[in-house]
């Protein structure tokens, strides 16, 4: 079973940046799936934004572009997200899961903006 553990939330200004990471215990399959960044904002359904394929290619959703990047490191099973500029429409709980997603998601990790 995939178990996916996201760290690295916290509190930031408006502004500020944070850098997510995931680590994916998934055994062999990791390398060889797309994975990507989703939020969930209260009251909003869960999001995807922020993808990357088992190649490298990177896709995001409009309201981040150019503002964080998505990468991974396919040695460490671990899947980054660097946010910077962030907004005050960006706080969430930030899960990451392949894409398409898998049913088991993580607990994901809180990220607060203050303005």
Do not use: H
């Amino acid at each position: 079973q995939v178990q996916l553990v996201e760290s690295g939330g916290g509190l930031v200004q408006a502004g500020g940046s944070l850098k997510l990471s995931c680590a994916v215990v998934s055994g062999s399959i990791f390398r060889l799936n797309g994975m990507g960044w989703y939020r969930q904002a209260p009251g909003k359904q869960r999001e995807l934004v922020a993808a990357i394929t088992s190649g490298g290619i990177a896709n995001y959703a409009d309201s981040v572009k150019d503002r964080f990047t998505i990468s991974r490191d396919n040695a460490k099973n671990t899947v980054f997200l660097q946010m910077n500029s962030l907004k005050p429409e960006d706080p969430a709980v930030y899960y990451c899961n392949f894409v398409p997603p898998t049913p088991s998601w993580g607990q994901g990790t809180q990220v607060t903006v203050s303005s």
